[in-house]
Each structure stands twice: as C-alpha cells, then as structure tokens.
C-alpha cells in the first residue's frame, strides 16, 4: 500500500522558526505543511493591510523558506500552507522572487476565493473556510509550493492526499480519516506531548519536542508519528487530546466532508506511533463557515495591587473612587468590568504573596474615553487611596481590539479556484451533495461502577482535558486512559456537574457531547469568551487553560480509581 508522508512545521504565526528545517532534515518527508492562520491572526494581517496593501501574509513563512527551499527542492518535498493569509497571491509572488533570487527552480501555485470582504464592507476581514480540493488540483499539475489563504486546517492535509491518492470529492470515508489526521497534525507539538495534561508522567525530552508527522494510506487510515530521535512523545493520549482540541459534538464539519469522530479507533502501534482507523465520513453540510473580523473599538486596563490585611476593603475603596471620578469628568467608558484575583495568603513569607489584584477594563469606541480618561482617574489616586497603593504598571494610551462572528454562506457564493504555476485558472467545483447538519442521538452510556469508598480528590488525578477557543464560546474535551474511569466519568462529569466546578460558566448554556470510542466527553461553554479572542473578555481569553482549571477541581473519586 502506498504511503503519504506528511508533516507539520507550524501550528501558528509565531511558531518556533527552526520547525521547517528540523522537518526536512529529520527524516522521510512527501509533503510538509504549515498552519499559520487564527482567528486572531486573520485580525493581525487585517490591520497589517491597513497600512500597506500589499502585505497581509504570514513574512514568517518567506523567512523560513529562504532557509529552506533548497532542502525541500532536493528531497522532492512538496511544501503547502496557508501562510498566504489575506493576500495568498501575494505571498506566491514573493516566493518565486525568492526562488528566483536563489536559483532554485521550483514551482508555485495558490488558492483563492475565500476574500468575501466585498460583501461584508464593514469588516476588515470576511473570509470563507475553503476545503482542500483547490490544494489538490495544484498539487496534479507538479506544484512545488502551494500557497492559500483561509482554507480550514485539515485542508491542508486532504488536499495532498486527494491528489496523491486519486480520491474524488465522494470518497467521504477516506476523504474524513485524512480530516483527521490533518486535525491532529494542525497545531503542531501539540500531538508530540506539548500542552499535554499528563506530562509529567513520561520521561521523554520535553524541552523541545518534535513536530508531528502522519503516514497516510489510500483507505483513508494513518499513522501518527515524529521523526526519530526528536523529542517529546506520541502516544494515545496525545492523539486523543488534540482530537478533542477545538471540535464539539460527533459530527465534525468541513468544505469537504463530515467526519464521524464517534467512528474513529486508536491504538498504539509501537513506540511514539498511534494508529487511526474506523474514520467514517459523510457529505459536508450545504454552507461554509465565514470569519468575520472587526473593530470592536478600543480598551484598557490597569491592575490595583492590594497588599495584607482588609483586601475587600481596599478593592471597596478604589472602586468607588475611580467610578465617583469618571462620574465627575462625565468621562466613564461605555463598559468597565472588574475582577478581584485573590492570589493573596495570611502571614505571607513575601510581599507578593501578601498581595491581591484588582483589575480593571475598559472598553469604548472612542480611545480617548480608555486612554486620559482612565490613566487620569487611577493615577490620580496615588497618595489617596487606600494605604500600600501602588499599581503593576500606569495605564497606557488605548489600544484598539477585535470583534470575531462567524455566519454561514451557500457553498456557490464562494468563486474556489487554483491558479496555477503558469497562470491557469482552474475553477473548484462546490460539494456535490450536501447534508444538513444535525447531533447525532446521544450514545448509550457504560455501565455504571458499582459502589465503594470514594475519596475528594482533584478530577485531574484520573482525567485528561485540552481546552481552546471557537470564537466566543469554548470547548472542554475530558478524557480518561481506561474503561473502569470511563464507568465513573461519562455518569459523574454531567453538564450540571461542569457548571457547578466551574462557576463562570454556571449562567451560560453548556452542552456535553459522548465519545465512548475515545473514552471521552467534550463540553462546548457559549458566550463564555465574549466576541472572540481579540476581545480579551476574560483573563484566559482563548481558554487554554480552561481544562486545566476542571481538572484541579475536587470531588468524590471511587478509590479504585487512584
């Protein structure tokens, strides 16, 4: 059976720059992608075109290549990413300059349709989440670099394989276990052990730990792996955790496909190799996704510092003195939110353990309302307010924020074309059936464990969980490594239960999704992340660590489970 070797060298802008070249020279290689896109970076590259119209991609990624093009040229790998951002035809550009410049014959290729800009005039950027059939279709005709701007994640994976392969726009099975793979191989070490909630329990080198790599087959099923002797770790665990990064219920949809993560089997097949097989997949639903990025106006912060004794108190007074001075400069902001963070102890061996935080923000669309009028009003309490004042840092100048939605457009509002190394365009046809999305029937759940002695103890000591953001709402996958925790959790950890460890999302619908293949429960908070990560509603404002916080929640654990 054929094998397509694919790797990954990027999970985001800002990713460690020496990926690209560790993946080329640290093994067998077909193919090496790079994810560069965000939410917030579609945000960043949108203000990045503000001021000068002919960036708005990802300059990282030209670095890189300058580096490294020479490497991918003589080993025959081809190179795909979606660095291209706002401007993928830009970027194409700027990398045949550089092939040129360096004599390196290579040819390049990019994607485009997604900029729905024109519809939506008052965003700074609209775009639709394309699938990977525009990558394939550059791939056919012997590209070398291909280059696209808002393609969904695991596009950057189907794409390859639907040329390498042959597969046609109906082979839903194998077109849903390349989503997979490409969904796993997306953030990047993230599947090699990075962010991963039992890490101290391996031995392997954590410091600096490979990028992940899957070995695919023409039915669809892969293998999960690094390059040897890199660091870090793929085990099920791992696979298991990115898996529930970012998605939601069984059902998890794209341009090209419905993946069925309900279907999906993993088993380990040797050291720092995971199996994936079972991927089911069904049509995609009849609309695509579409980021929209605005403005949301402008905001502030500044953090009080609250030393020793009467914290309440003290965070009493400065309230009512910044708000009785905005009262009086008739200056108050449209939104100011404050939070008491008690990091403070009694009988603290150091001043910063003695000390609380209040922070305040705020937010308006007029700067000046978030600049003098807060910088004014807070320094101005120096010598008069509560005794010990002091502040982390004096209020700057206000800076601008961002405001995400997503809403849905018909799959032919969107012109998908691959413009080819010799200028061809070559239109992308839209899915050719379509399915209306709906959750599937909850599965039936394990049987319970029978009744023992339990003991308090934090939830982390028998589960796993990753965490992250889809625009204002967050995701909690939770997970266990055996079937007797999985007995006790898919029964304990209700949505209920979920909002009662987390009390912030207690007044916010929770939907609890059941994966008993992966012995898993994902958990979706809504509304919890205000208008998205650039908004910096709350203090984890992507909620990475989210599940890390379920997991040093305490409750009954069956002893047997410890």
Known sequence: MTTLRIGNASGFYGDRFEAMREMLTGGELDVLTGDYLAELTMLILGRD????????????????????????????????????????AGLADAVRQLADRLGIPVRVAHVEGDDLKVSYPDSLA???????????????????????????????????????????????????????????????????GGNYAFFNERAGDLRHPGFPLAELHEDGTCVITKHPGTGGFVDVGTVTAQLLYETAGARYAGPDVTARLDTIRLTQDGPDRVRIEGVRGEA??????????????????????????????????????????????????????????????????????????????????DEAMVGRALSGAAVE?????????????????????????DVYVPHGAVDHVAVLHDGRRVPVAPA?????????????????????????????????????????????????????????????????????????????????????????LNFVVEGILGAGVAAQHRFDPQAKALGEWLRSRHLDIPEALL
């Open 49 to 88: 075109r503000l001021k000068d119209p002919a960036s708005g991609y990802a300059r990282t990624f030209l670095r890189q290549l300058e580096e490294c093009l020479g490497l991918a040229h003589e080993r025959s790998v081809k190179i795909v990413t979606n660095a291209g951002g706002l401007n993928p």
């Open 126 to 192: 609209a775009h639709a989440y394309l699938g990977g059939f525009g990558i394939a279709d550059c791939l056919r005709e012997g590209t070398d670099v291909v280059v696209t701007g808002r393609v969904t994640d695991a596009a950057l994976v189907t794409g390859p394989a639907a040329a390498h392969f042959g597969w046609g726009p109906r082979e839903y099975d194998r077109l849903a276990g390349a989503v997979v793979a490409g969904h796993v191989l997306e953030c990047g070490t993230q599947a090699t």
């Open 284 to 365: 995609p639903p009849p609309t695509l996704k579409v980021g929209l990025n605005r403005l949301g106006g402008f905001r502030n912060e500044v953090a009080f510092v609250l030393t020793g004794l009467d914290i309440e108190a003290k965070a009493a007074l400065v309230r009512e003195q910044m708000e009785a001075a905005f009262a009086e400069a008739k200056s108050r902001p449209g939104e100011a939110r404050w939070d008491l963070v008690r990091t403070d102890r009694p009988d603290a061996p150091t001043e910063e353990t003695a000390s609380a935080l209040l922070r305040l923000v705020v937010r308006d669309r």
């Open 381 to 405: 309490l120096a010598l008069a307010s509560y005794p010990g004042f002091h502040v982390l840092a004096p209020p700057g100048k206000g800076a601008p924020y961002g405001v995400f939605e």
């Open 432 to 520: 050719h059936d379509t399915l209306v999305l709906e959750n599937l029937p909850s599965p039936e759940l394990p049987e319970p464990l029978p009744g023992g002695a339990t003991r308090r103890a934090p939830l982390g000591l028998v589960a796993g969980a990753r965490s992250g953001d889809k625009g204002g709402d967050a995701n909690v996958g939770v997970w266990v490594r055996t079937d007797e925790a999985w007995r006790w959790l898919a029964h304990e950890l209700t949505a209920d239960r979920f909002r009662e460890l987390l009390p912030e999302s207690r007044d916010l619908p929770v939907t609890r999704h059941v994966l008993p293949n992966l012995r898993a």
